[in-house]
């Protein structure tokens, strides 16, 4: 990371002398080449013409001082260089504005750490995008309902997010909205709000439609079952886009095979996880819609049979599974029905010991394995959809 902040020339704009002694001090602990420091704000028009002068990169900027002064600046330099803007105190209405006006980042302690973190982030999104690997998304569907897809998609989500990785869990179920119940998520935002508000969408507003729970971002489904959600295939397309430029991984938790095909989630997915429970009336349905879905995706390489609550004392052997299926088990879970009924009434994923959680760090495991030549220019076409669909945009005037 210290390699990597020794390409920032920053500019700092700071009236406020202690703000500005702070940030200047950290800023000196990365070895930096600092431009002379401004102590008082330039004329408006200036700032752009005075932050190429100095051929700096990045600036840092009080917003705290002349807030209005402040912000126009802002919306100067922006276009040009990554604006991070500092203030003393989290001002959320402020943070807001400035954010609206352009800015980056908002910092209110630049303590080492944060400054770290933050060239981080910015050294990330400069490069190209063809050097990105575009996040992976993937489609979990029951076989039949009640083999607990939703289920397996919250513990996957949970563990794909240890460590620190950016993750997203989005509860596509509008009618059972299970993974809401399971994690006890409650928010006035869902997956409908996302796709009226898509047009608009950014960051900020990003977050304020997400629940942060367990160390991953969901997207809830509605809090009332009578409010219908339609996902057209051109709004999930962008949809996927969006999600696999800020996250490095998304699990969708849909109803069924039909919704998952017929709303094109399937065809955009990494992989679809067909979850099936090991019994007689699950496994025909589950049949079925493996058909479904390998029609509608161009064959069986992207789905993943997951054989949820499997025991070997009891149900199907996995190669009679193999045989009535035509679909090799990929993965298994354990059945751990007591440990999953208390994590259930006490609203928390399953304890890492847990056979359960186990057998989800396996599959975790598993699908993290590198990606061939063929699935990783298969990612990066459906990554670069947003940026096709946005320069349609541009060229038709909308």
């Known amino acids: 990371m210290r390699g990597a902040s020794l390409t920032f020339k920053p500019l700092v704009v700071c009236p406020q002398p202690a703000l500005g002694q702070r940030i200047l001090s950290v800023l000196r602990e990365f070895s930096l080449e600092v431009a002379t420091p401004l102590m008082e704000y330039p004329r408006l028009g200036t700032i752009a013409a005075i932050t190429q002068q100095a051929g700096c990169d990045i600036c840092f900027l009080d917003v705290a001082t002349n807030p209005e002064h402040a912000q126009q600046l802002i919306g100067e330099l922006a276009p040009a260089v990554p604006v991070v803007a500092l203030h003393n105190r989290a001002d959320a209405d402020l943070i807001l504005r400035c954010l609206r006006r352009g800015a980056c980042e908002f910092l209110t302690d630049p303590t080492p750490d944060a400054l770290r973190n933050l060239f981080s982030r910015l050294w990330r999104a400069r490069q190209p995008a063809a050097e990105r690997l575009a996040g992976c998304v993937y489609v979990a569907v029951p076989g039949k309902g009640g083999s607990g897809a939703s289920t397996v998609a919250a513990h996957l989500a949970i563990r794909m997010g240890f460590g620190g990785a950016r993750v997203l869990l989005v509860d596509g179920d509008w009618l059972s909205g299970s993974v809401s119940f399971l994690l006890k998520v409650k928010t006035e935002f869902h997956l409908g709000d996302a796709i009226r508000d898509l047009s608009r969408m950014d960051d900020d507003l990003w977050q304020q439609l997400t629940v942060r729970t367990s160390g991953i971002d969901v997207l809830a489904a509605p809090a009332s079952a009578a409010t219908r959600i339609e996902v057209p295939p051109q709004t999930a397309a962008e949809l996927c886009a969006f999600w696999r430029e800020r996250y490095e991984g998304v699990i969708l938790d849909l109803a069924d095979a039909r919704s998952a095909a017929d709303t094109g989630l399937a065809a955009l997915a990494d992989c679809v996880l067909l979850v099936t429970a090991n019994e007689l009336g699950s496994l025909q349905a589950t049949r079925r ?18 054989l949820n ?10 190669e009679d599974i193999l045989r009535a299926l035509g679909l090799e088990p990929y993965a ?12 259930l009434l006490d609203g928390r994923p399953a304890p890492a010991s847990s056979r359960f959680a186990t057998s989800i760090d396996a599959l975790y495991r598993q699908l993290r394995q590198p990606r061939g030549p063929a699935q990783e220019c298969a990612a990066g076409k459906r990554g670069s959809w947003l940026m096709l669909h946005r320069q349609a945009r541009i060229e038709s005037g909308k």
């Open 332 to 343: 298994t879970t354990a059945d751990d029905w007591a440990t999953m009924q208390t994590a």
């Open 289 to 306: 819609s493996a058909e479904y879905l390998a029609k509608l995706m161009g064959g069986r390489e992207r789905l993943k049979l997951i």
């Open 309 to 318: 609550r499997y025991s070997s004392a009891g149900g199907l052997k996995r």
